[in-house]
C-alpha cells in the first residue's frame, strides 16, 4: 500500500508534464488542500448582512404620523364655516320691498270715461291716503290724488315694527273743483281698499287701512302680513248709487292709484303689490 501512494504523485508530476508544465509548488497546493478550497466559499453567507436595510422601516413610520396630524386640521377647519352660517340665517329686516306683479283692482264709476292715469309710489312707498278737490263742502270729486308714504322696519331683538316715515303727494288729475281736502290711514298703516257711491263720476270715497305686521318664529324667521282693517271717514257726497267694497287681493297694499279723469274724476281703482323682508 506505502509503494502505491509513492508511486501515484510521480505518475501525476510525469502527465503535468507532458501536458504543459507545472512546478512543484502547483502538485502540492493541488493535492494538500483542494477539499479546503471549496469550504471557502462559505464565506458568501456574509451577505447575510444585507439585512441590515431592515431599519428603513423606522421611515416607514414617521410617515403614518405625519397624515394623522394633517386629517385632525382639516376637520376642525371645517367645523368653523359652519358656525358662522348659522349667524347669518338669523339677521333681523333691514326693511321692505315690493317686487311681485302689480295687481289692479276693477274700477268704480264710469270705467270708459276721461284718460286713464296710473300713477306709483316711489319704490318702497305705499299709498296712505288721498288728496283733492270737491265741487262743493259736499260735491262730487273734481281732482283727485294719492298721498305716498315711505316704509320702514325698526327692530329691538326679534321684536319688529312697520312703520311710514314720510309722505309725499302726487299728481292731481282732474282740471277742476273748488273744496280742497286730504285724508291719510292713521299712523304706520295703508290704503288696501274702498267703497263709496259713484253715477256718472265719483260722488264719494271711504278708505280702508290696515298695517303690516312682522312676526318672528324662530328656526322658520320673520314673516310679514296685512293686520286688522279700519275704514276711514267718507269724502264725498251722497249723490249716484253705492257700489260695494273693493280690496286689494289677499295680503296685498296699495302702491298705485288707478284714475279716470277729464275735467273731474269719472272712475277710480288701486294698483296692489304683496309686501316682502329685505335682510
Same mark, same amino acid.
Given at each position: 500500500?506505502?509503494?502505491?501512494?509513492?508511486?501515484?504523485?510521480?505518475?501525476?508530476?510525469?502527465?503535468?508534464?507532458?501536458?504543459?508544465?507545472?512546478?512543484?509548488?502547483?502538485?502540492?497546493?493541488?493535492? &494538500? $488542500?483542494?477539499?479546503?478550497?471549496?469550504?471557502?466559499?462559505?464565506?458568501?453567507?456574509?451577505?447575510? $448582512? %444585507?439585512? %441590515?436595510? %431592515?431599519?428603513?422601516?423606522?421611515?416607514?413610520?414617521?410617515?403614518?404620523?405625519?397624515?394623522?396630524?394633517?386629517?385632525?386640521?382639516?376637520?376642525?377647519? *371645517?367645523?368653523?364655516?359652519?358656525?358662522?352660517?348659522?349667524? *347669518?340665517?338669523?339677521?333681523?329686516?333691514?326693511? /321692505?320691498?315690493?317686487?311681485?306683479?302689480?295687481?289692479?283692482?276693477?274700477?268704480?264709476?264710469?270705467?270708459? &270715461?276721461?284718460?286713464?292715469?296710473?300713477?306709483?309710489?316711489?319704490?318702497?312707498?305705499?299709498?296712505?291716503?288721498?288728496?283733492?278737490?270737491?265741487?262743493?263742502?259736499?260735491?262730487?270729486?273734481?281732482?283727485?290724488?294719492? /298721498?305716498?308714504?315711505?316704509?320702514?322696519?325698526?327692530?329691538?331683538?326679534?321684536?319688529?315694527?312697520?312703520?311710514?316715515?314720510?309722505?309725499?303727494?302726487?299728481?292731481?288729475?282732474?282740471?277742476?273743483?273748488?273744496?280742497?281736502?286730504?285724508?291719510?290711514?292713521?299712523?304706520?298703516?295703508?290704503?288696501?281698499?274702498?267703497?263709496?257711491?259713484?253715477?256718472?263720476?265719483?260722488?264719494?270715497?271711504?278708505?280702508?287701512?290696515?298695517?303690516?305686521?312682522?312676526?318672528?318664529?324662530?328656526?322658520?324667521?320673520?314673516?310679514?302680513?296685512? &293686520?286688522?282693517?279700519?275704514?276711514?271717514?267718507?269724502?264725498?257726497?251722497?249723490?249716484?248709487?253705492?257700489?260695494?267694497? /273693493?280690496?286689494?287681493?289677499?295680503?296685498?297694499?296699495?302702491?298705485?292709484?288707478?284714475?279716470?279723469?277729464?275735467?273731474?274724476?269719472?272712475?277710480?281703482?288701486?294698483?296692489?303689490?304683496?309686501?316682502?323682508?329685505?335682510?
Amino acid at each position: 500500500m506505502t509503494k502505491a501512494f509513492k508511486i501515484i504523485p510521480a505518475i501525476l508530476a510525469l502527465i503535468c508534464l507532458i501536458a504543459a508544465g507545472c512546478s512543484d509548488n502547483d502538485l502540492i497546493v493541488d493535492a &494538500g $488542500t483542494g477539499t479546503d478550497t471549496d469550504t471557502d466559499t462559505d464565506t458568501d453567507i456574509d451577505t447575510d $448582512t %444585507d439585512a %441590515d436595510t %431592515d431599519t428603513d422601516a423606522d421611515t416607514d413610520t414617521d410617515a403614518d404620523t405625519d397624515t394623522d396630524t394633517d386629517a385632525d386640521t382639516d376637520t376642525d377647519t *371645517d367645523t368653523d364655516t359652519d358656525v358662522d352660517a348659522g349667524v *347669518d340665517g338669523g339677521s333681523s329686516p333691514l326693511g /321692505i320691498e315690493f317686487l311681485g306683479a302689480l295687481n289692479d283692482t276693477s274700477l268704480a264709476g264710469n270705467a270708459t &270715461g276721461g284718460t286713464l292715469y296710473e300713477d306709483s309710489c316711489y319704490p318702497g312707498s305705499v299709498v296712505v291716503g288721498l288728496h283733492g278737490y270737491l265741487s262743493s263742502v259736499s260735491g262730487y270729486h273734481r281732482r283727485l290724488g294719492a /298721498i305716498c308714504g315711505t316704509t320702514d322696519v325698526s327692530c329691538t331683538g326679534t321684536n319688529c315694527a312697520v312703520s311710514i316715515t314720510g309722505t309725499t303727494n302726487g299728481p292731481l288729475r282732474g282740471t277742476l273743483g273748488s273744496y280742497s281736502w286730504n285724508q291719510t290711514c292713521a299712523a304706520d298703516e295703508m290704503v288696501i281698499g274702498f267703497h263709496g257711491r259713484s253715477g256718472g263720476l265719483i260722488d264719494q270715497l271711504v278708505l280702508r287701512c290696515a298695517p303690516l305686521d312682522i312676526t318672528y318664529s324662530g328656526g322658520s324667521g320673520y314673516s310679514i302680513s296685512v &293686520g286688522s282693517h279700519t275704514d276711514l271717514a267718507p269724502i264725498g257726497g251722497t249723490g249716484g248709487s253705492a257700489f260695494t267694497q /273693493i280690496n286689494c287681493p289677499s295680503g296685498e297694499v296699495a302702491t298705485e292709484t288707478r284714475i279716470r279723469a277729464g275735467d273731474s274724476i269719472d272712475a277710480f281703482g288701486l294698483g296692489c303689490q304683496a309686501p316682502s323682508l329685505d335682510f
